[in-house]
């Protein structure tokens, strides 16, 4: 079974994710640590992974889903995917890679908060990553990549929207609320 957590940059997906795979023993695929991973193993899919991470370039759909395939075949458990998909095609490729392995997409969750309480998430942070001007970007690029699975999953209705305003418990409690495990 596959959940998948959605969100701008800040919204709180990271957090989320950890709690709930933590309290309901799902296993947690983040994008950023699997292309980590990816670098450091030396493999042939972890060599290309370095490449794109080496120049500071997007790596492809194709790629990251060759790395989510791996990992999912690897494992038989509940996943919950935390930063993928991104894009529809990377969101069609999952629902390929999960009928290849048995699995089903149970639920897709979208955090929503609000723009302006984005920046002031990611001022607190203080990464260099959380810059204004490159919040902006980032959130014009999720606008524009990744706001348009929203209207997928709704078509096949599993995507359920969640408030992401709140403390980090108030928004737990409304994502078990409509998760059934």
């Known amino acids: 079974m596959i959940t998948i957590i959605l969100g701008p940059p800040g919204a709180g997906k ?4 950890s709690l709930l795979s933590r309290r309901l023993g799902m296993h947690h695929l983040s994008t950023g640590e699997l292309l980590r991973e990816a670098r450091k193993s ?3 899919l972890g060599k290309q992974t370095a490449s794109y991470l080496d120049a500071g370039t997007l790596v492809p759909d194709s790629l990251v889903s060759a790395l989510i395939a791996e990992r999912i075949s690897k494992e038989s458990t509940h996943y919950l995917l935390d930063g993928f998909p991104r894009t529809e095609r ?4 999952l ?3 999960a009928l290849k392995e048995g699995q089903r997409l149970a639920h897709v969750l979208i955090l929503e908060v609000p723009d302006i309480e984005i920046i002031a998430r990611l001022k607190k942070r203080g990464r260099t990553d959380d810059d204004v001007v490159i919040v902006e970007k980032r959130l014009s690029i999720y606008r524009e990549q990744t706001q348009p699975i929203i209207a997928y999953y709704l078509e096949r209705n599993i995507l359920s929207k969640i408030n992401g305003l709140g403390s ?3 928004v737990y409690s409304r994502i078990i609320s409509i998760l059934s495990y």
Do not use: D, K
């Open 14 to 17: 990271g957090t989320q994710a």
């Open 95 to 97: 629902e390929t890679i």
């Open 42 to 44: 030396g493999t042939p």
């Open 168 to 170: 980090v418990e108030e």
């Open 90 to 93: 990377q969101a069609q490729e």
